[in-house]
């Protein structure tokens, strides 16, 4: 799939491209006797410990559906990563298309009317169709809940 921003095609990368990259779950391997593992922590000069700089991904949200859809099926850090690739690929094609909307139709913000006609735009048939009902469904559910 290609999305088109500013008027210049991004070839997209998908999971299924990559069946090698999904493996079933395996049992954690036992400790044998007398192995240890090194712990290294990264120290400052006064003693410290050094904070980890926070990366933001949608591993975790994966994660949770992955195990909601396929409880027996884990992701391989590759997998992951691509995924993580993949969201953000069409979270910026999404936003760019309604920003593209959103100045054809001279407004200055942008409306669930015009991300609704960028997934229409972006996405093929069947798939525009439930995402925009998900969308719909989200929501109407985070409304009802203020």
Request: charged share 25%; glycine share 4%.
């Amino acid at each position: 799939m290609d999305c088109i921003v500013h008027g210049v095609a991004k070839s997209r990368t998908l999971l299924s491209d990559f069946p090698f990259l999904i493996e079933p779950a395996k049992s954690a391997p036992s400790p044998k006797k007398g192995s240890k593992k090194a712990v290294t922590k990264a120290q400052k000069k006064d003693g410290k410990k050094r904070k980890r700089s926070c990366k933001e991904s949608y591993s975790m949200y994966v994660y949770k559906v992955l195990k909601q859809v396929h409880p027996d099926i884990s992701i391989s850090s590759k997998a992951m990563a691509i995924m993580n690739s993949f969201i953000n690929d069409i979270s910026e094609c999404i936003a760019g298309e309604a920003s593209c909307l959103m100045h054809y139709n001279k407004h200055s913000t942008i409306a669930s009317r015009e991300i609704q006609t960028a997934l229409c735009l972006l996405l093929p048939g069947e798939l525009a169709k439930h995402s925009v009902s998900e969308g719909t469904k989200a929501v109407t559910k985070y409304t009802s809940s203020k």
